[in-house]
């Protein structure tokens, strides 16, 4: 892989009548349609504190370490995110995320940890995973071709950053669910997500900065913007309080 230029130019490539579509009911974004445009995307590395809080008490469960580089291969440019998570019981594991730049289609997903590797490969509809581990002993694998091409929702708040983002905006991306702990075949899931609105987040080193804040159906909200580094802040739901990620430090953007 070769490093690509940093200094990208921003590129809207959805005009009103587009916008006016995606926030009719059940308006499902397609892979590759354009609709997920990152090209103002430039590489940073941040890392975040996860603090729980139940009963008015907080305490931090893990640091992670959260890098996004732009590449390029043999078919072309991509961006590679990869976090490591350090929990306070000195266990670890990484997660690294690739797809094609701009667009974010995905190419592969793959888990490192104690237990052994999880690999996920997409190509269009064709889904493929293996694992590989102690705890995937001999070696599992599960493939499945879907008629609708899944995003990969690892990416997260960078698909939603990469969205025509305004107040009132909602739509919703097919993705694969499947664990290899559960013994079911992959299957197609819907993420559906909505912007309910702008908020500021303050983040060390940049001071504070306007989000967008979108709500999921996996329990999950987002504090997202088109300034780097683009997810700026995360949330959801626990027993008896609310478990939050937010940028302890920034080590490189631009």
């Known amino acids: 892989m070769r490093r690509m230029q940093a200094a990208l130019t921003l590129t809207l490539v ?3 009548p587009a916008l006016a579509t995606a926030q009719a009911e059940n308006y499902v974004l397609t892979l590759g349609s354009g609709e997920i445009d990152a090209s103002f ?19 931090v469960q893990r640091l992670v370490d959260d890098e996004v580089e732009l590449l390029s291969d043999s078919l072309g440019d991509l961006l590679v995110r990869t976090q490591d998570f350090k929990n306070l019981d000195g266990t670890t594991f990484t997660v690294t995320n690739v797809a094609r730049f701009p667009s974010l289609v995905p190419v592969s997903a793959q888990l ?5 590797t999880t ?7 064709d889904f493929d995973a293996t694992g590989v581990g102690s705890a995937l002993t001999p070696a599992s694998h599960a493939a499945a071709e879907f008629e609708n091409a899944p995003f ?6 960078l698909l939603f950053a990469a969205a025509p983002l305004e107040t009132g905006y909602s739509a919703s991306f097919p993705f694969v669910r499947f664990n290899f702990g559960n013994g079911t075949d992959p299957t197609l899931a819907s993420y559906e997500f909505s912007v309910a609105g702008r908020e500021p987040v303050t983040v060390p080193g940049l001071g504070e900065l306007d989000a967008w804040v979108v709500e999921t159906n996996q329990s999950l909200t987002f504090w997202v913007s088109r300034q780097w580094p683009y997810i700026l802040k995360v949330s959801f739901p626990i027993t008896g309080g609310e478990s939050v990620f937010e940028i302890a430090r920034v ?4």
């Open 112 to 116: 490192v940890g104690a237990n052994g």
């Open 119 to 125: 690999q996920w490969d997409f190509s269009g509809g």
């Open 152 to 157: 990969d929702q690892r990416l997260g708040g």
């Open 41 to 59: 995307m430039t590489p940073y590395k941040v890392v975040w504190s996860q603090v729980n809080t139940v009963d008015g008490k907080s305490d």
């Open 251 to 254: 080590l490189s953007g631009e």
């Open 14 to 16: 959805l005009g009103t």
